[in-house]
């Protein structure tokens, strides 16, 4: 298990799930459990039994499915209500019967919360908490107590907060972490705060949301004030603006403050559990997340690079490797020779110096039409491709034409149909597909005609298409710039084209999918 000294402790599988649009089932839940485990957290918050039947079966099936090789699972849950014996509340039961070695209870420490959403008395909100803390340590429970809305109700009634913890604390919770519930606070006034309940009680906890855009900042200001116990979600995840991100928390202090929180090989492996994660939850990931997205180390400015190519430090601050995430060259508008020959470098070429200022031209000239390789990889490695060929385009098959109908028929149903006509390893190839849209169409002809001739096409498939109207046109003149990400069984890349004509636009793109998918697949391209 996880050094006691520090605690890590994730709430991704109940104060995260509570993310508008994010629907996790149990086998999701147990999914990410096993994920944060690998990462080396101490604590995963697996739900609140009793509350619901889902929470309630995770920690069921957690008992047998979930074998834990660093975290502790807690179950989350309520004092007792008001009037009620902890022993005879059905839902402290739950908590009681849930299997897990740590309960986090939840109280009220705002005393405006106290009387007019409790609807009970300040001294009767402190005796709750004294007898479910109590009664479930003489259970044999371990219980950690968040103190809900404490920031606030400190600067309304701080000697009624700090009673909250000293009240916990000596029923027997060993962590009182410190909620900024609303998410308001900013970092100098939480540690403040802080500060002043440290050493009031028990070990002091630290629990933020976003709401600012500070709940990382508030984290690490708290744990400089004295917390030891830090609580966060996967990702960021949670209402309203969600809440501190485990993974910027964890890096940080792990990185830049010198504690020693997660294996190192652990944190080597952060940027695949968080993204691994992402697949679970089906939320697009932040591809600009502090150390995890695929942004967080990617280079676009010329300037930039010219340093990079010197020493990758004077423009990194961790070796991106750290934390299992890599540096990334964008190629655009912006870029300069270095940018040009540490991409190529990134993608196994030595570039000439002439064939990096050919090669800066052209995409400068390409982007000043609409182009992007930024976020088109593939395309710009096709590029790159040719213009070490000399200029000469170097393709799998050759295209005579290609044609698409749309037809809406009486029933109201509207069916495109496209025809390409190919020439490759020496056949004329004609095949028509039928799609649910002129692209759909034309991929699925392409397809049809080539897959005989290179049946690993069958592993490719088009997995995303967007579509912009590029600025400074307008109406059904516009020029359309269109980005198409396809995947096989082991990747994704992306390809551009963009024309006055939506279809010529997408036909480009997918022309060069095929093309890179082919290159791929050890397809040598004449």
């Known amino acids: ?99 897990a070695p740590v309960v986090t209870l939840v109280a009220k420490s705002h005393d405006r919360h106290v009387e ?19 009664h479930l340590r003489a259970e044999g429970q371990r219980v950690f107590l968040d103190a809900e809305h404490f920031f606030d109700g400190y ?97 940080n202090l792990q990185l830049k403050r010198g504690f020693d929180l997660v294996p190192r090989e652990a944190l080597a492996d952060m940027t695949r559990i968080a993204h691994a994660i992402t697949e679970v939850t089906n939320v697009t990931p932040n591809s600009h997340a502090p150390y995890v997205g695929v942004s967080a180390f990617a280079h676009k400015a010329g300037l930039h690079a010219s340093a990079i190519k010197v020493d990758p430090n004077l423009y990194q601050h961790i070796d991106p490797a750290m934390v299992g995430n890599d540096m990334r060259m964008l190629v655009s508008d912006m870029a300069g020779r270095a940018s040009v020959e540490l991409k190529g470098r990134e993608l196994g070429y030595d570039l000439s110096s002439e064939t990096s200022r050919v090669l800066v031209e052209r995409v400068k000239d390409l982007e000043s039409k609409g182009y992007t390789f930024e976020a088109a990889d593939a395309s710009f490695e096709l590029l790159l491709r040719d213009t070490v060929a ?31 006509k190919l020439h490759a390893k020496g056949e004329r190839i004609v095949a028509t597909g039928e799609g649910n849209g002129p692209v759909n169409a034309l991929d699925k002809a392409v397809r049809l005609g080539l897959e005989k001739l290179y049946p690993e096409l069958a592993a490719v498939e088009l997995i995303d298409f967007k579509v912009r109207i590029l600025e400074g046109t307008h109406g059904t003149d516009a020029v359309t710039r269109v980005l198409i990400t396809s995947s096989d069984e082991t990747g994704e890349w992306a390809t551009v084209g963009v024309d006055e004509n939506i279809i010529e636009a997408s036909w480009q793109a997918l022309e060069q999918a095929v093309t890179y998918g082919l290159l791929r697949a050890g397809h040598v391209a004449d």
């Open 390 to 420: 000399g200029g000469r385009k170097r393709r799998h098959f050759e295209v005579e034409s290609w044609r698409v109908i749309v037809e809406r028929t009486r029933g109201g149903e509207v069916v495109s149909e496209a025809t390409v």
């Open 1 to 99: 298990m996880a050094d006691d000294r520090f605690h890590v402790y994730d709430t991704t599988l109940r104060d995260g799930a509570q993310q508008e649009g994010l629907n996790l089932t149990v086998v999701d839940k147990l999914a990410i459990a096993r994920q944060l485990d690998s990462l080396g957290v101490g604590f995963i918050e697996g739900g609140w039994p009793g509350a619901n039947p889902k929470d309630t079966e995770f920690f069921r099936r957690a008992r047998t499915e979930l074998d834990l090789k660093h975290a502790q699972l807690a179950a989350f849950g309520a004092t007792r209500r008001a009037g009620v014996k902890a022993a005879d509340d059905p839902l402290v039961a739950a908590l009681r019967e849930s299997g």
């Open 116 to 134: 007019l959403a409790l609807r009970t008395t300040l001294q009767e909100n402190l005796a709750m908490i004294r007898d479910t803390v109590s």
């Open 155 to 251: 600067k309304s009634n701080p000697a009624y907060a700090l009673e909250v913890l000293r009240t916990a604390a000596e029923a027997g919770a060993s962590v009182i972490a410190l909620c900024d519930t609303n998410g308001g606070m900013l970092p100098d006034e939480l540690a403040e705060v802080v500060h002043a309940a440290v050493g009031t009680s028990a070990r002091i906890g630290i629990h933020c949301h976003d709401d600012t855009g500070c709940a990382v900042a508030n984290t690490l200001a708290a744990v400089k004030a004295g917390a030891t116990h830090v609580q966060g979600c996967a990702n960021g995840y949670g209402e309203r603006s969600g809440n501190a991100n485990l993974f910027t928390v964890v890096a």
